[in-house]
């Protein structure tokens, strides 16, 4: 039987989800998109008023769908949905798409070695490496639909998941016994909760309240803005962080220079140690890395070292020292623009590794002007956060006392479990405790998409990136090349082998409290390489050698690959 009339399911039609559809179309499939909202876009239908890109249009985009010449740099979030939209339209997605469909659970069946179970004596992934291995498995799919109010059952040859990990499960954190939000007099809710409100009851809800909102990222920021609008200076809204992240007020460095071209190019991963570069590249940037930070801190001696180096490679390592530089006074000039140190908000690591780690964001419009003016109280928080009857207690440590921040209404803006969300969509007890990883190791997933014992499954959107869509898509186009039998995946030893080593990358890139994070943003070149070139594809994408070193990568770059 032809692969192309095999039943494929896609949970999920934010932007992955699209991206899916369209390429697993493209391949001659007709799959059937299941989605819980009433229409495209994922998270973007459910955010605050005041959202925005966190990148210029031109960086997050599809490679084969422009936006429209009227749209801002950084999009609000309606034109996002807009685009999303245009998109799904263009390409006939949306006509793939249930809507108001909730799956409930996935269980795969099948007699004998089309059980999940068998997986674990597998020496190929699905026993041969293809995409529907000998095709005794399934998928089967329990659907709740609230347009009718039913709820089916379905039977899909191969699953995609594309529900990414920033909604659905919120992360609450742990409050000792007698200091949790039981004893509060006042509301409390989550960001998710928050964000899902329509603008107007939003706005109500913290109206002439003491809004306390807790924690460091990019939404805790966005909150604080929006309740200092509606409050100002009379009600302040107090921010609780206890480890400021890096959020910048441009993606343009000193007003001319965009941030990719000093730390999204081939050139600028030559100093990383990559996952499966091999001996001669990781070699390269173990070698580099330590001697270009020496080099430019200065070792008293000031000699040129032509008795360790020969000219050749003093040159080499000159231009990398001179990058680093660059690396450097970028981030002088955003501490000098955007006054973090003033207020107390200055990152404990440098910008570059809050780039690898994914851990940086865009400023609200005059979100410092909003704590200079009063109506944003920012208060740090190094030991722990509890409630009391009227508020918040923050415990310093260290004989530091405590204090108290009286509160009306607290938004824990505290991040999502994605794992726990993944790991809710199955019925199997085995596939939930090896999907998501533990708390010592990411998700599991080869190229980010397939967990070697898992079969006929893919997953795209659960890591991060620099500019998601683009590494969203180029998933898709991975995956969907593997369902049309276009390459098959190696051995079950080799998949667990590579994702042993991404995940030791992770740890070393963004450290032991942000590896889970998956981020791909310090190797998204390289990381595309690698899915080009399990899709026959060459991944030298550029025309001209400095373009090829020394230009950002974007999805237009792609754009011949479908």
Known sequence: MDHRTKRVAIVGAGTSGVAACKHLM???FRPVVFDAGASVGGQWTHTLAST????????????????????????????VVDYLAAYARRFAVDERVRFRSTVLAAEFVGDGDGDDAAADGWERWNGNGEAFGDGSGAWRLTVRHDDSDTTQVYEFDFLVLCIGRFSGVPNIPAFPPGG?????????????????????????????KRVVVVGSGKSAFDIAAECAEANGVEQPCTMICRSPRWLL???????????????????????????????????????????????AAGDGAGERPDHILSRACYVILMVFVQGWLISKLTEAYYKKEVPMEEHGMSPEYGLSKSLSSCLIGMLPERFYDKVKEGSVVIKRSAKSVTFRDDGLVLDD??????????????????????????????????????????????????????????????????????????????????????????????????????????????RRSAGEEHFRRSCLAGVGIWYSDELCRDMGCDPRRKKGLLAEWFQPYGAVDYADIQ
């Open 249 to 295: 007020h441009d993606t343009n460095v000193w007003g001319k220079v965009d941030i990719g071209y000093i730390y999204f190019t081939r050139f600028a991963e030559l100093m990383v140690r990559k996952p499966g570069a091999g001996v001669a590249s990781n070699l390269l940037a173990m070698f580099l890395s330590p001697l270009v930070r020496t080099f």
């Open 180 to 208: 949790g939000p039981d004893v509060f007099r006042g509301r409390v809710i989550h960001s998710m909760e928050f964000s899902d409100m329509d603008d107007a009851d939003a706005a109500a809800l913290v109206k002439g």
């Open 26 to 28: 493209a391949r001659g």
């Open 397 to 506: 440590g260290g004989g530091g006392g405590e204090r108290v921040v009286p509160a009306d209404l607290v938004i824990l803006a505290t991040g999502f479990r994605g794992d726990e969300k993944l790991r809710r969509m199955f019925a199997s007890r085995r596939v939930r405790e090896i999907v998501a990883g533990s708390p010592e190791a990411a998700a599991p997933l080869y190229r980010e998409c397939v967990h070697p014992r898992v079969p006929q499954m893919a997953v795209i959107g659960y890591s991060e990136s620099a500019t998601n869509i683009q590494t969203c898509e180029m998933m898709a186009k991975w995956v969907a090349r593997l369902l049309d039998g276009a390459f098959r995946l190696p051995p079950v030893r080799r998949m667990e082998a590579s994702v042993a080593e991404w995940g030791r990358y992770m």
């Open 52 to 79: 925005r890109l966190q990148s210029p249009h031109v960086a997050y985009r599809f490679s084969d769908f422009p936006w429209p010449d009227s749209v801002d740099w950084y999009p609000r979030h309606d034109q």
